[in-house]
């Protein structure tokens, strides 16, 4: 009789732990499934971030050449343009405009008036300050924000950029082609918008364009 009930009391006690480990390993499984959710949703969200970054970037970026396009252009200049009056610092804006940028695509074909934006592209961006805000803001049309820069010190810049483009052909075909462009330089004052500085500045460049092409006018 003894026997027996010890062999109950053993059953028991083996019951009790056979649910504690069940219970035990219920809990470690639901913490390990709490924590898989936790991980899978912290990816997801991270992967979300990284497209609305990816499409927030395209939306301001010009495909073909890789800088900023006039959407992206007024949101940086909008935000430099308040911090230039801020700190009362002295802004410059250059429109720059290609030349007879039509002809290349008439005689050489659109691929080669492609190769001609990037070309343009490239030499101006490796000549200007990481600080200067570059953008392509129509089909041969550039602007470039040149912020803590006197109206002076900007057309000293355009004309080391015109050196710098003459100096760097452009290879199409069998053909070599010297790129030029026309600018207009407009210095902030007191009463400017950003509009109204875009809209002197490109004054200045449809002024240049009447004056011979390849030249700046200050305004």
């Not at 390990?32 to 927030?56: F, G, P």
């Not at 805000?133 to 803590?148: C, K, M, S, Y």
């Amino acid at each position: 009789m003894r026997a027996i009930i010890q062999a109950d009391i053993v059953c028991d006690k083996a019951r009790l732990f056979a649910k504690s480990a069940e219970q035990a390993a219920k809990t470690e499984c639901d913490a390990t499934i709490r924590d898989l959710s936790l991980r899978l949703a912290h990816s997801r969200i991270i992967e979300l971030e990284e497209k609305l970054a990816q499409m927030s970037r395209l939306a301001h970026e010009d495909q073909l050449t890789g800088i900023l396009n006039r959407r992206g252009c007024d949101s940086a200049f909008t935000r430099e343009l308040s911090r230039c009056r801020r700190s009362n610092a002295p802004l410059s804006l250059a429109a720059l405009d290609i030349d007879d940028f039509k002809r290349i695509n008439d005689e050489y074909g659109h691929a080669a008036g492609d190769a001609a934006l990037v070309h343009f592209t490239k030499i101006i961006s490796a000549n200007i300050r990481t600080s200067d805000i570059f953008a392509r803001t129509g089909g041969e049309e550039f602007l470039i924000v040149l912020p803590d820069t006197r109206i002076e010190h900007a057309a000293l810049t355009v004309a080391r950029l015109q050196k710098a483009m003459s100096l760097a052909r452009l290879q199409t075909g069998q053909t070599s082609l010297e790129l030029t462009f026309s600018v207009g330089i407009a210095r902030l004052q007191p009463c400017d918008t950003a509009e109204g500085l875009i809209e002197r500045a490109d004054f200045g460049t449809r002024t240049a364009k009447k004056n011979g092409k390849n030249c700046m006018v200050c305004t």
